[in-house]
């Protein structure tokens, strides 16, 4: 089929926002563990699933990603206690905002991955990048000007490191 050959030229930015305390750990234990896995992942620390509010989702579309990906620690596992059960709770508000706003939900993945499994990282961004390659580019939410309204939202200096760090 020509529309795949297309999509394959494509290559996707996948911004990963992960909780500092297990996907990070996972997604270096994968490196080091020289496991193989596409090259498009850019991965963002951050503090806790907990803290994800749809802003920085936002801004990585706007910066050009492709897809995004929200890893954290496994229900229970969480620093804060309470963390990413609370995170769970607000991805689905999240995914029905998000998809309100236009964002097809395909772009977007939630898992938990713990600091051990080195393995589960590698299949889960594969899968990801390997789904938006074939959804092809995502450019609706270049031109967006929502800045100076999303800063409200990034209103702690971890978070403003987060925002700043998006790539
Ligand atoms: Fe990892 Fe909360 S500390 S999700």
Known sequence: MHTEKHHHAFEPKIVAFVCTWCTYAGADLAGTSRMQYPPNVRVVKFPCTGRIDPVFILRAFQKGADGVLVSGCHPGDCHYMAGNFHARRRFTAFRALLDFVGVDLNRI???????????????????LTERVRAMGPMREFRELDMEEHWSAHVNTPELQAVYNAIP
């Open 109 to 127: 993945q939630f898992s938990w991955v713990s600091a051990a499994e080195g393995g589960k990282w590698v299949e889960v961004v594969t899968e």
